[in-house]
């Protein structure tokens, strides 16, 4: 299918089953043809729109306009093809650049939508999505119009005058596992085999090294050295914009690049594991019965399910990582220390979201400054 004054053509592709969107471009003095595939005709529509559209904004939008999803979405795969973010980072926009989608200003010309109109949809948002998942649309939105604006693409940007709501959904507080739940999960983990339980040094790599359950999830077996007795964490899964399961080539941030010292108590844990599993083709430490990657929400739920019988409610596999940050803070690591093997990039996020100190080691530190204060002032 033509598209008028040389704005390239759609068709589909019967042998690969995917609509394509044909254009001309111009690189190093030369026309090209370029071709594009996608799943549906719409987005091929789309993405031939915002092609055409950067190609001569001003007449573009005089005669058609440009559709807010379709320029959001080829901002995403440019800033991934030019490896400004990652696949994770991709994915994360996808998800948000979808919620968008539904939405009145999705059917909207960028060039007509106006403040008003953007804070209704935001308004919408505050009983159905957490204040994380707000900042994050709003977040895309002021980039892309703000990206808009600066190329001079439109003469207005309707985002100064946005506010962003805050959710009126309860915020669930992550919690770390008592010492005594610790101690009771510990002991059943000790007990059981692999065969028996197959995720147990998943569960006690969290609990002993504190790692993502994507980075834990995406080791590899060279990943363990027993000889320097470290982990080296260099990926993590997560979950592309289609709900496949993939490995990035790098953690969730740059911090995340690190490695750990493995805790005595689980080298012999991990060498058995080792062994358990030694041969798959991409020599993974924790394969599924496939040997592909292991669904991060398959050992979540087998978590739940196990703390159940223990009589433990409220703890995630992100939870086992939670108990770990907070068991060093009891134990008088320095943050700067334990901000590093957590793999962030401020220490502020390690204080403020991973520390959960026990009650009973909050009274004994309280007791020192009892007695100090009885020693020099009292």
């Known amino acids: 299918m033509k598209r008028n ?7 589909y592709n019967k042998a690969r089953h995917k609509w394509n969107a044909q254009y001309k471009i111009k690189e190093n003095g030369k026309i090209k043809l370029k071709t594009k595939s ?8 789309d993405f031939l729109d915002t092609i055409m559209y950067e190609r001569d904004a001003k007449k573009y939008l005089k005669n058609h306009g440009i559709n807010l999803i379709a320029f959001m979405k080829s901002r995403a795969l440019t800033k991934i093809s030019s490896n400004n973010i990652s696949k994770a980072q991709y994915t994360r926009i996808c998800n948000t650049i979808k919620n968008i989608e539904s939405s009145e200003i999705s ?3 960028v060039n007509k939508i106006k403040d008003i109109e953007i804070q209704r949809y935001l308004n919408t948002l505050i009983e159905i999505y957490s204040n994380s998942s707000i900042s994050k649309i709003y977040g895309e939105l002021r980039q892309t119009f703000e990206y808009l604006y600066n190329l001079g693409f439109i003469k207005v940007n309707p985002m100064l005058g946005v506010i962003k709501p805050k959710s009126m959904k309860k915020c669930e507080k992550r919690r ?6 610790e101690k009771k999960f510990l002991k059943y983990l000790k007990s059981v085999t692999i065969t028996e339980c197959k995720y147990k040094n998943v569960f006690l790599i969290q609990l002993f090294m504190g790692l993502r359950i994507g980075e834990v999830l995406a080791l590899n077996i060279d990943d363990i050295d027993f000889e320097s007795n470290i982990v080296r964490v260099n990926k993590t899964l997560t979950v592309n914009e289609n709900g496949k399961i993939i490995c990035g080539n ?8 690190r490695n750990i010292s493995i805790n005595s108590k689980i080298i012999k844990d991990l060498k058995l594991q080792i062994q358990f599993v030694k041969g798959n083709k991409l020599n993974l430490l924790f394969p599924n019965k496939n040997n592909k990657f292991t669904d991060a929400r398959k050992v979540n739920k087998k978590l739940v399910e196990t703390l159940k019988e223990l009589g433990i409610t409220g703890i995630s596999t992100h939870s086992l990582r939670h108990t770990f940050a907070t068991r060093c803070a009891e134990s008088g690591m320095q943050d700067v220390v334990l901000m590093e093997i957590m793999g962030h990039y401020n220490i502020d996020v390690t204080k403020k979201i991973y520390i959960d100190v026990q009650e009973n080691f909050q009274q004994k530190e309280f007791k020192k400054i009892e007695r100090y204060l009885k020693k020099v002032v009292l």
Do not use: C, Q, R, V
């Open 38 to 45: 996608f799943k549906n005709k719409k987005d091929a529509e």
């Open 107 to 109: 059917k909207i010309a």
């Open 176 to 181: 770390a596992m008592t010492l005594d739940e």
């Open 5 to 11: 004054n040389n704005e390239g053509s759609i068709f």
């Open 250 to 257: 790098k953690p969730k941030t740059e911090a995340g690049f």
